[in-house]
């Protein structure tokens, strides 16, 4: 007899009896769930530091539980990912450097300790950390990335090449958006049940209600402040309600025009508006600049294209590697 349950079906650390009966003949069979391991600690120091720089140490103290060996994973999240640096093993400390977080600085560091069931528990440290110059950052990735790079490697140089300039960016919240992660100096995309220009931009995001009362309400064409226009329209200079057009990021940096380009055909056109969903704005940076914003050297996009061909190349040998030794 087999009984399929769904996932999560029992709480941990209690008693389940099954009774089968068949006529006059039953039996009974008891389980009881296991549970991750209780009454530990994890600390992490220093509290703050520097990118890439200051070494964190990592320590797990007094987690019990019955079912022995215990095992601990340490790592910290990146955009959203957590990237580990020590795998799971009865190891109770590590230490590292870390890449800076993306919303002030601040960088969460992770725990999780297993028992030998696989039964898991997770805890959380907080750490600030200051940005490193550029010169400092530059050495330290050309000294780290070869051809024969290990994972913690990898994932370290990933967060710093793909870290996100947000300075400037704030008040991402009365945007209906999602805080600053994939653009430079751009919040991110609207928040669950609002609507607006997709993808990580600057603009306001409306709830699907206000849209609706604007376009039926009867809004004139004259204007003394924009509270006297509708939604995605502003009052300019003449006095008139105008559509508000899409921005490119940080104003292409002042290194750049910002351009307005079809979506589908990538042609250049003369208007788009936030309510149109086939054009958008992208920067055409100047001579000797480069990036979405324009925000980086002809050399510095040039170096960052290098060392992530050279990171690739890095992770294509673990994974042949780890193909072959299997």
């Not at 030998?116 to 000294?143: C, M």
């Not at 006297?228 to 508000?244: F, P, R």
């Not at 490119?248 to 940096?253: D, F, G, H, K, L």
Request: aromatic share 8%; proline share 3%; net charge negative.
């Amino acid at each position: 007899v087999y009984i399929q349950l769904p996932s999560y079906s029992f709480v941990v650390s209690k008693s389940y009896s099954f009774i089968f009966s068949c006529e006059r003949m039953s039996t009974v069979i008891s389980i009881y769930t296991n549970s991750p391991p209780i009454d530990g600690n994890f600390t992490v120091a220093p509290l703050s530091g520097f990118e890439i720089t200051t070494l964190f140490r990592f320590v797990a103290r007094s987690w019990m539980d019955e079912d022995l060996p215990i095992e601990y994973q340490f790592g910290y999240v990146s955009f959203g990912h957590e990237l580990l640096i020590q795998w799971m093993c009865e190891a109770s400390a590590a230490s590292s450097i870390l890449p800076s977080g993306l919303e002030k600085h601040f960088t969460n560091t992770t725990l999780e300790v297993f028992d030998a069931l696989s039964a898991s528990i997770s805890r959380t440290v907080g750490v600030f950390l200051q940005p490193t110059d550029a010169s400092t950052t530059a050495h330290y990735i050309e000294n780290i990335v070869s051809s024969s790079m290990s994972t913690t490697a990898i994932n370290m140089v990933g967060s710093i090449l793909n870290a996100v300039n947000c300075s400037g960016v704030t008040n991402c919240d009365k945007l209906n958006r999602r805080d600053c992660s994939d653009v430079d100096y751009s919040c991110g995309s609207c928040l669950e049940g609002f609507i607006g220009e997709s993808g990580s931009k600057n603009t306001l995001c409306l709830h699907p209600q206000s849209l609706a009362i604007s376009s039926t309400s009867k809004v004139s064409n004259k204007c003394k402040d924009d509270s006297d226009c509708g939604a995605l329209q502003y009052c300019n200079g003449t006095g008139s309600c105008a559509k508000i057009s899409k921005k490119c990021p940080n104003s292409c940096s002042n290194q750049g025009e910002c351009n307005f380009i079809n979506s589908h055909t990538g042609l250049l056109v003369s208007q788009c508006d936030m309510t149109f969903t086939d054009c958008q704005a992208v920067c055409r940076c100047f001579l000797g600049f480069g990036g979405a914003s324009c925000g980086l050297s002809s050399a510095q996009l040039k170096q960052k294209i290098k060392l992530r061909q050279q990171m690739l190349s890095s992770f294509n040998n673990q994974s042949t590697h780890s193909t072959t030794s299997q």
